[in-house]
Nanobody, 122 residues
Framework: QVQLVESGGGLVQAGDSLRLSCAASGRTASGYAMGWFRQAPGKEREFVAA????????VYANSVKGRFTISRDNAKNTDYLQMNSLKPEDTAVYYCAAKSVIGDLTRAYNYWGQGTQVTVSS
């Protein structure tokens, strides 16, 4: 029903910046919340950031607060994760997610992208 495609990952040095993009297609309904999660090898998938359809509400994990910024462009069906001051512990596969029901923005997402690798070297 919904296809999400992430892009923008890569290999960077500590302190560098990256912008991840998530393009959505295959849906007719509006009002989706969008989120970003990440998963490092041997670790559980963890919440990173989320934004409501209107952009009025944003939520960030404490580990990225002040460094990452989530935004969206509804005309392009795309959301973005601006990642600044990257640290080696940010290394993970980053997944874009979407859900149609607004509630707790840190969980219960229905649709997922394939992921994009972010590697931060020291």
């Amino acid at each position: 029903q919904v296809q999400l495609v992430e892009s923008g990952g890569g290999l960077v040095q500590a302190g560098d910046s990256l912008r991840l993009s998530c393009a959505a297609s295959g849906r007719t309904a509006s009002g989706y919340a969008m989120g970003w999660f990440r998963q490092a090898p041997g670790k559980e998938r963890e919440f990173v950031a989320a934004i409501t359809w209107s952009g009025a509400r944003t939520v960030y994990a404490n580990s990225v607060k002040g460094r990452f910024t989530i935004s969206r462009d509804n005309a392009k069906n795309t959301d973005y994760l601006q990642m600044n001051s990257l640290k080696p512990e940010d290394t993970a596969v980053y997944y874009c997610a979407a859900k149609s029901v607004i509630g707790d923005l840190t969980r219960a997402y229905n649709y997922w992208g394939q992921g994009t690798q972010v590697t931060v070297s020291s």
